[in-house]
């Protein structure tokens, strides 16, 4: 469970929000709170793959610098910028179908459903504590090499540790009708996807799909509850 433990996820967060802040902004979030789907292209449809990860960290980091410590304090709006900034640059319908692998496959509509909108959540709340704290000058971009027709790209980027070394972080995107959008990170040659599916599988064949579900809806439902409440006691602090 390599990614969503410590450095990992906290690089993972950090090197996504750099990469995927600015574009997109508008209607990437449905008032359900729901991961944005199909629809009218955004600004980014016009943006390459080495265009979406360049751009990205001038509006988020501009946004974090100017009031980090509200968001740091209040957690219900860091979710709501890394929705509305972040995530609709990554596709998460298509990660979590990946992430699901032959679970997708005979899962229901209802629990595939689910599934997207619990994952989605927990992407939300896990990138939202890695961002607080980063900076732009940990993050660069190595140069692109990929042909103009492609379908599929990888973005080859560096972030630094607190130490000093460079890490190695490539991003896999892909083509959609709503233009380049990310489906995967790679930390030091290891996959984000392919991380998840690997504990998902076991914990599918120990337990079920459906059981799984559940236990990403409570966690996603604590989390909210518990930042909810350090909110509520720090207003009265």
């Given at each position: 469970m390599t990614l969503h433990r410590t450095f990992g996820r906290a690089l993972c967060g950090a090197a996504l929000g750099a990469a995927l802040g600015a574009a997109g902004i508008a209607g990437a979030f449905a008032a359900t709170g729901a991961p944005a789907t199909s629809g009218a292209p955004t600004a980014a449809a016009s943006l390459g793959p080495e265009q979406l990860v360049a751009s990205s960290p001038l509006r988020m980091l501009t946004e974090l610098s100017a009031h980090r410590s509200m968001y740091a304090r209040d957690p219900a709006k860091l979710d709501h910028l890394v929705a509305t900034v972040l995530l609709p640059d990554f596709d998460t319908?298509?990660?979590?179908?990946?992430?699901?692998?032959?679970?997708?496959?005979?899962?229901?509509?209802?629990?595939?459903?689910?599934?997207?909108?619990?994952?989605?959540?927990?992407?939300?709340?896990?990138?939202?504590?890695?961002?607080?704290?980063?900076?732009?000058?940990?993050?660069?971009?190595?140069?692109?090499?990929?042909?103009?027709?492609?379908?599929?790209?990888?973005?080859?980027?560096?972030?630094?540790?607190?130490?000093?070394?460079?890490?190695?972080?490539?991003?896999?995107?892909?083509?959609?009708?709503?233009?380049?959008?990310?489906?995967?990170?790679?930390?030091?040659?290891?996959?984000?996807?392919?991380?998840?599916?690997?504990?998902?599988?076991?914990?599918i064949d120990q337990k079920g799909l459906q059981e799984v579900i559940e236990r990403l809806e409570r966690q996603n439902a604590s989390t909210t509850k518990h930042a909810a409440a350090g909110h509520d006691g720090d207003g009265k602090g």
């Amino acid at each position: 469970m390599t990614l969503h433990r410590t450095f990992g996820r906290a690089l993972c967060g950090a090197a996504l929000g750099a990469a995927l802040g600015a574009a997109g902004i508008a209607g990437a979030f449905a008032a359900t709170g729901a991961p944005a789907t199909s629809g009218a292209p955004t600004a980014a449809a016009s943006l390459g793959p080495e265009q979406l990860v360049a751009s990205s960290p001038l509006r988020m980091l501009t946004e974090l610098s100017a009031h980090r410590s509200m968001y740091a304090r209040d957690p219900a709006k860091l979710d709501h910028l890394v929705a509305t900034v972040l995530l609709p640059d990554f596709d998460t319908q298509y990660a979590a179908q990946l992430v699901l692998g032959p679970a997708w496959r005979t899962a229901t509509p209802q629990q595939r459903t689910q599934f997207v909108s619990a994952f989605y959540h927990s992407l939300l709340h896990n990138y939202g504590a890695a961002l607080v704290d980063f900076t732009a000058n940990r993050f660069k971009i190595l140069p692109y090499r990929g042909s103009p027709d492609a379908t599929e790209a990888t973005v080859r980027t560096t972030v630094l540790r607190e130490n000093g070394e460079k890490v190695p972080v490539d991003f896999r995107l892909h083509r959609t009708p709503q233009g380049w959008k990310a489906w995967d990170v790679v930390i030091e040659g290891i996959s984000y996807v392919q991380s998840f599916r690997t504990d998902f599988a076991s914990e599918i064949d120990q337990k079920g799909l459906q059981e799984v579900i559940e236990r990403l809806e409570r966690q996603n439902a604590s989390t909210t509850k518990h930042a909810a409440a350090g909110h509520d006691g720090d207003g009265k602090g």
